[in-house]
């Protein structure tokens, strides 16, 4: 077993490319789970997205008529129980518009005085409302499967939005040949092809105030742009901070590189 | 021996203190004027930041702490309140999340330093083995703070690890049943592990200062290997590495705020922000990227028992490196064979790691066997023949007079007699 | 690069600076502020954090509904984990509250500025005394309402009268009132 590395040891490695391999190697290391990636059925598409890369942040008014598709579709199934009304000021409504949505809804509020509970108008407090007291109710209505809570829902898959835009956009007649169960639907994006959830957008599912083309991948792009935000309201923030730091940071890092050559200037090294 | 300290401090508040306790003349010697080789490359400045990370676990889990619920049912929603609700918690949280993998990120190069340099080798076999405690301290702690949001992979991951233990015969169900509290993971373990996961950081606290301890009392190894021999091979620790660590804080929290502010999540997993269901594990289980490995170990062995116990051993092993390592010569640089087998135990480590992330089956199974092999056979027969068989190149006579052209190995001018590092 | 075969081996000069003193330059006073900055800036973050959360400060309001409170009577409410006093007033109670001259008051204030127009009978207290935060008795018919007849701090002997103002100290302050508005004549909604 010695021969292998008797060609090895004939190389000699300078010590400066030993760093730069044992940077690699830990970047390597930090990157191995770009390469576990879930070996997705259907093709990810690559939509462009208002919050991607360093210095993106959401559109507001697509993050609005994505709320708007939110309550008029998806609420009807998916809760979303990690959000408050008050949260929504985060995609730019203001307070008065955060009341109304707010005061549309009735939740159980406290009890009454014979102790029995009883419901009133949400306020900006509340959190928005559930479209089932529980899972077991949630079943029970949707032939066996859960909807899943969408608070956090564009983090909780592999591909985020993009995985989320390819379900809402993804349906369509199976193959020739495609086993169907009992009330599924073909999708092409979910693992296996067959989702319990019908197509929830069509072509004007959604009438849009604003103008904005009803079609279903614009649909599909505002909800998704609103589940992102719903996932990480602190985004635009941490990014801006983020960009401070950074520079902060390499500006310390001149200094105490000048300081430290000047503090060295007198060492022979 | 008791008595007032005599302090040279000229401060009379400072004077007054350290004449009863003199912590600024231990702080002036161990820190100030300590000799430390003149000749450390940056690799040395990784076990200063191992501290600062430290400090910036422990601070930013005292504040998550004050707004964390462990409990079954609230710790996933007060982590969310954490994110959404208070008052910078979400960077917080962040900073801890990914804290933890920069942690790892900066303590495998300090080991990595310590086995290239031959850190471990006599005298500093103590300090080595401390070291080899600290890093088992973090891994538990890590495991157990990755249990506390309470999601998806925190359930399993809690599961799977505490599973290992039911390995062992006759008493490993009962000891699974003793970590858990109950007869499957659920609101017992959780509490456990928080009041756990709050108080072994501490005790590494103990540990690092008994491992810097150790350190002072043998001084710092080098990256020629040879020890110091005069006062001119050392300067004293500040302000000389005191600039030169501040540079690599500076460039460590670069990186740090660029995995927060920018990606904070890459290093995650999506499953996470799943709530745990203990009625349906994920397609997917994978440890944390820095546990990678081990899982490979883990995995590429059939049999339960055995594989449990070459997990462990691939770090228990460590504690007897000093002696499996029979080489006087500490540096790699002066080790033209182990300079290289180091790169491939590397290469293995990492395959290992890449192996850990994939479903065992087809390449990955026998790349993780071949790697598991090699990670053996480097430490158990390839050190200890090696040091008997291996010819070092000649030694530097001091660190302040190094021997032209020694980098790299290359041919030696005359002068430099080829003799083995004396022991200490 | 502190690789010492990087370098020549020419020279051996004093390595130390030769006066002992650590140099302080302008450079690494910036670097020190810079540092301080730093730190000060990592700080409050931290401390923030510690301040009320957003759902803390998302004001919840209570309705409290008043046809069940008699006349003499009170109830205490909870709004912000604080307690609400809520008391229907008898006319002698109103008289003896708006009668009072105000120069005999610690912190004169008249009985019309702590009341809703046209709702004499009601008054609504936050019901934390202003000495030391404890709650005063005088809601339930059996409390000691203290000589003024409205409410009694068991802690250290404040006395307010039927209005909430404090008559007796070491309680420097009135009762403070709470946000509210009638929602109709036997609702109001506090918050």
């Given at each position: ?14 010590m400066?490319?030993?760093i ?26 690559n ?25 008029n ?7 979303m129980k ?8 985060g ?12 005061a ?6 406290g ?9 009133g ?27 899943p ?19 809402l ?17 073909y999708?092409?994006?979910?693992p ?7 197509p ?22 505002d ?17 801006q901070?983020g960009?401070r ?14 300081v430290k050559?000047k ?7 | ?30 820190y ?7 000749n ?6 990784f076990?200063a930041?191992a501290?600062?990370n ?9 504040f ?16 969310q ?20 993998s ?6 495998y ?8 340099y ?6 500093r076999e ?27 992979m925190s ?13 062992f ?32 950081p501490?005790?590494?606290?103990g ?12 001084g ?6 040879i ?18 660590d501040?540079?690599?804080v ?12 920018f ?41 339960k028992?055995?594989?449990v ?38 290469v ?13 089956e ?21 050190l ?8 070092p ?5 001091s ?21 083995p590092?004396?022991?200490? | 690069m ?5 370098a ?23 670097t ?31 309705e409290?509904?008043?046809t069940?409170?008699?006349?003499g009577?009170?109830i ?10 809520v ?7 109103i008289?003896e ?5 105000l ?13 809703k127009?046209g ?6 207290l936050?019901?934390i ?10 809601n339930?018919p059996?409390?000691?309402?203290g ?42 909604k506090?918050?």
């Open positions: 077993m010695m021969r292998p590395q008797r060609s090895i040891m004939a190389r000699s490695v300078p400066r490319s030993a730069v391999r044992s940077l690699l190697a830990c970047v390597l290391v930090t990157g191995l789970f770009a390469a576990t990636a879930v070996a997705q059925e259907g093709e990810m598409p939509e462009r997205w208002s919050f991607e890369h360093a210095f993106g942040t959401f559109d507001l008014a697509a993050a609005q008529r994505g709320f708007q598709v939110y309550s579709v998806c609420s009807n199934c998916h809760s990690y959000l408050h009304y008050r949260d929504l000021s995609i730019g409504l203001d307070e008065d518009q955060i009341k109304a949505i707010a549309n809804v009735t939740v159980p509020s009890t009454d005085d014979q102790g029995n509970p009883k419901e108008p949400a306020t900006p407090a509340s959190e928005f409302k559930s479209p089932f007291p529980n899972d077991k109710a949630a079943r029970a209505a949707n032939n066996g499967a859960l909807p809570d969408l608070s956090l829902i564009v983090n909780a898959r592999e591909g985020g939005p993009n995985y989320i835009y390819g379900i956009t993804g349906f369509g007649q199976p193959p020739a040949g495609f086993k169907m169960q009992d009330g599924m639907n999708n092409r994006m979910f296996g092809h067959q989702i319990a959830m019908p929830p957008l069509q072509d004007g599912t959604v009438e849009y105030t604003d103008g904005t083309p009803n079609n279903l991948n614009q649909e599909a792009h909800v998704v742009t609103f589940l992102a935000w719903a996932a990480n309201p602190e985004l635009v923030e941490r990014k901070i960009v730091v950074v520079l902060f940071l390499m500006f310390m890092t001149g200094l105490t590189y000048a050559r503090v060295w200037s007198d060492v022979d090294h | 021996m008791a008595g007032l300290t005599k302090s040279e401090f000229a401060n009379p508040v400072i004077n007054w203190i350290d004449t009863r306790l003199p912590i600024f003349t231990m702080m002036q010697k161990e100030a004027v300590f000799p430390t080789p003149k450390f490359n940056y690799f040395w400045n076990g930041l501290t600062v430290l400090a910036i676990m422990i601070i930013t889990g005292i998550l702490a004050m707004n964390y619920q462990p409990n079954a049912d609230l710790a996933f929603s007060s982590v309140h954490i994110m959404r609700d208070v008052n910078y918690g979400w960077l917080l949280r962040y900073v801890h999340q990914n804290g933890a920069m942690f790892f990120i900066v303590t190069i300090h080991i990595f330093r310590g086995l290239y031959g850190s471990y080798k006599t005298p103590l300090l080595w083995m401390l070291g080899v405690v600290i890093l088992l301290l973090m891994m538990a702690t890590a495991f157990m703070g990755y249990v506390l949001p309470w999601g998806q359930y399993w991951g809690a599961t799977v690890i505490t599973n290992l233990f039911s390995a015969p006759i008493v490993g169900p009962k000891i699974v049943t003793l970590l858990w509290g109950g007869f499957s993971v659920d609101n017992p373990t959780l509490n456990r592990f928080f009041a756990l996961h709050y108080l072994l501490f005790v590494l606290v540990v690092i200062f008994l491992h810097i301890a150790a350190l002072h009392v043998t710092s190894n080098n990256p020629l290997g020890d110091v021999k005069s006062p001119q091979d050392t300067l004293p620790f500040h302000p000389y590495y005191t600039a030169k501040s540079i690599g500076c460039v460590f929290l670069i990186v740090f705020s660029v995995l927060v502010f990606a904070p999540n890459y290093l995650g997993d999506a499953n996470n922000f799943i709530p745990a269901n203990p009625l349906q594990t994920p397609a997917d289980i994978v440890p944390e990227w820095y546990f990678l490995p081990y899982y490979a170990i883990l995995r590429s062995v059939p049999n028992l055995l594989g116990c070459m997990m462990f051993g691939s770090l228990l092993v460590m504690f007897v490196l000093p002696w499996l390592d029979t080489s006087p010569v500490r540096s790699a640089r002066f080790r033209p064979i182990y300079r290289q087998l180091i790169w491939v135990w590397v293995a480590v990492i395959v290992l790691g890449i192996c850990g992330a994939h479903k065992p087809g390449i990955w199974v026998v790349l993780s066997r071949i790697c598991t092999l090699y990670y053996f056979l480097h430490y158990l027969v390839i200890p023949v090696l040091g008997k068989l291996e010819r190149l000649p030694l530097p006579e660190i302040s007079r190094p021997v032209l052209g020694a980098r790299g190995g290359g041919p030696l001018p005359g002068g430099a007699p080829a003799k590092m004396e022991k200490a | 502190a690789d010492p075969s990087a020549a081996a020419t020279h051996h000069g004093p390595i130390h600076d030769s006066t002992g003193v650590p140099r302080r330059d302008l450079l690494q006073l910036i020190a502020a810079g540092a301080a900055i730093g730190a000060g800036a990592i700080a409050w973050p931290l401390i923030d954090s510690m301040n009320p959360s957003k759902d803390v400060l998302a004001l919840s309001s209570v409290v509904d008043l069940p409170i008699v006349e009577q009170g205490v409410v909870s709004w912000q984990g604080k307690p609400i006093f008391r229907h007033r008898t006319a002698v109670e008289k509250a708006q009668d009072v001259k120069n005999e008051l610690i912190e004169p204030q008249p009985d019309t500025a702590r009341v127009p709702h004499d009978q009601w008054i609504i936050i019901g005394c202003t000495h030391l935060g404890c709650i005063p008795l005088g339930k059996s409390d000691p309402r000589d003024w007849g409205g409410w009694f701090c068991p802690c250290h002997g404040s006395q307010y009268d039927t209005s909430g103002r404090v008559r007796h100290g070491p309680a420097p302050a009135n009762l403070p009132l709470p946000p509210y508005a009638f929602e109709s004549d036997t609702k109001i506090v918050g």
